[in-house]
């Protein structure tokens, strides 16, 4: 199947549209009990959006900014169209484990405390163990959430996991995801530049992100990676009552 995007496209249409597609992609014949499947799988990302936008707004656009730019980093390295869903779908949900850390921890301002900082650091083993209950997710969508906080050097966490043990779309991920961090605003401290954010990327390659993956990030134009207004709400296309009582 063959998917089309218009450059100013609202991301959530984009992820209605991709879970849409994947789901219809798995739909042979009149098998009811498939459809049925691909529903609850359809319903299950969609939910995990809302309760991300229900915790903390930051953190829901944040993980529809990461979403968009999955979609068009994937485009630039000639994904086939299903790696590119379980890209952005992933990298879209790769953050859902902090609907389970509390508010306090996850708006602090100012520095976190050692203890509160181990706390923070649980979120991907939080987020696979959400993904995990679901059951019947695609385990690649879930290493984009387990491991998008690895390192090359080895010195990420939660798993400690080095160079090539790392899943190549959640070295992917954790690209994007620092990309956007660096320039957005937090109640911490203020974001940075898109050039000093590409000059950090490139400072930290080899340690941090694999290298041939930050060069054919960075060679994408600036303007195209300009997301920073996405913020189109789940609530204008799902109701949570629909959702609550689908299925």
Not at 124 to 150: Q, S, T
């Amino acid at each position: 199947m063959t998917f089309f995007f218009d450059p100013p496209l609202k991301m959530i249409e984009l992820i209605i549209k991709i879970i849409s597609s994947f789901s219809l992609s798995r739909r042979t014949g009149n098998d009811t009990l498939l459809a049925k499947w691909v529903d609850y799988v359809e319903e299950i990302y969609v939910k995990f959006l809302f309760e991300l936008l229900s915790k903390d707004l930051e953190t829901y656009h944040h993980s529809l900014r990461v979403g968009n730019m999955a979609n068009i980093f994937a485009d630039q390295l000639n994904f086939s169209n299903e790696q590119k869903q379980k890209l952005i779908i992933g990298c879209c949900l790769h953050d859902c484990g902090k609907i389970l850390i509390s508010n306090e921890v996850l708006n602090k301002e100012g520095s976190l405390t050692p203890k509160e900082w181990e706390v923070m650091k649980c979120h991907p083993i939080m987020g696979m163990r959400l993904l995990l209950a679901e059951g019947d997710i695609d385990e690649e969508i879930i290493d984009i959430v387990k491991f998008h906080h690895e390192r090359l050097d080895g010195l990420g966490y939660p798993f400690g996991m080095k160079g090539e043990e790392i899943p190549i779309h959640a070295r992917i991920c954790t690209i994007i995801d620092a990309y956007d961090s660096m320039l957005s605003n937090r109640a911490y401290r203020k974001g940075i530049s898109p050039l000093k954010a590409r000059e950090e990327l490139l400072k930290h390659c080899t340690t941090q992100f694999d290298e041939f993956y930050v060069r054919e990030f960075l060679s994408i134009p600036e303007h195209l990676l300009e997301t920073r207004e996405i913020g189109c709400e789940l609530k204008d296309y799902y109701s949570i009552n629909t959702l609550q009582t689908r299925g």
